[in-house]
């Protein structure tokens, strides 16, 4: 389970964003996380991304309590949480093609980028866009090529924060089926973050909101 008990935490000294907020996500359970602009959605993602240390209150991961955040924190724990952000211009570098971005965790963690392909296959990209670089695919391609990079790992929780705010409906059934599949096969605990209250009621087991 990754619980978030009592997160308290902001950006500025004593303006606080998140104050006393709990949450948990058990392992094959989908969770949406619902609330309106700068209620702090994306603010919990990042803390329970590990990208975020909270002022007060406590993360657990699989019963251990996370004491490192960022750099800090040790591989074996930064590897099982997978996050795919609302904006996939701004979460690739955009000199890399698409089979180089899917690749980079396997090769910083020392597997073969030969599993590339199939992450390829399961998001519903070819062969040939892998070889394009972002300015060269659409939002949703793109979107997709950053959800096979957050699976590349099988994370055992994945953060969908946003992803398809920024896609056409098309994609967006696209991507939530391959999450709903990855939660299925895998049991992957997922937060689904969004504004979209039906899509919510569709895709996640229970819905918290935020505000």
């Known amino acids: 389970m990754l ?62 309590v996370i ?26 570098d955009p000199r890399l093609t698409l089979r180089e971005i899917v690749a980079e965790p396997l090769l910083a963690n020392g597997f073969p980028a030969s599993g590339v392909i199939g992450l390829a296959n399961r998001v519903g990209l070819t062969g040939e866009l892998l070889e394009r670089r972002p300015h060269e695919v659409s939002d949703g391609q793109l979107q997709r090529a950053c959800l096979a990079r957050a699976l590349a790992l099988r ?28 939660a299925s096969d895998l049991e992957t605990g997922v937060l689904a973050i969004s504004h979209d209250d039906a899509l919510l009621d569709v895709w996640a087991d229970r819905v918290e909101r935020l505000g």
């Open 3 to 64: 619980s978030a008990e009592g997160i308290v935490v902001g950006y500025r000294k004593g303006v606080p964003v998140l104050d006393g907020v709990d949450l948990h996500i058990t392992p094959g359970e989908t969770v949406g996380l619902a609330g309106p602009s700068g209620c702090g959605k994306s603010t919990l993602a990042k803390v329970l991304c590990l990208l975020l240390r909270p002022w007060k209150g406590r993360l657990r991961m699989d019963g251990e």
């Open 67 to 92: 004491t490192g955040f960022r750099h800090d924190a040790p591989a074996a724990l930064r590897t099982r949480v997978g996050v795919v952000f609302q904006q996939p211009r701004l979460a690739v």
């Open 155 to 182: 994370p055992r929780y994945l953060v969908c924060d946003e992803m398809t705010a920024m896609v056409d409906a098309s994609s967006t059934a696209g991507l939530v089926r391959v999450v709903r599949e990855q």
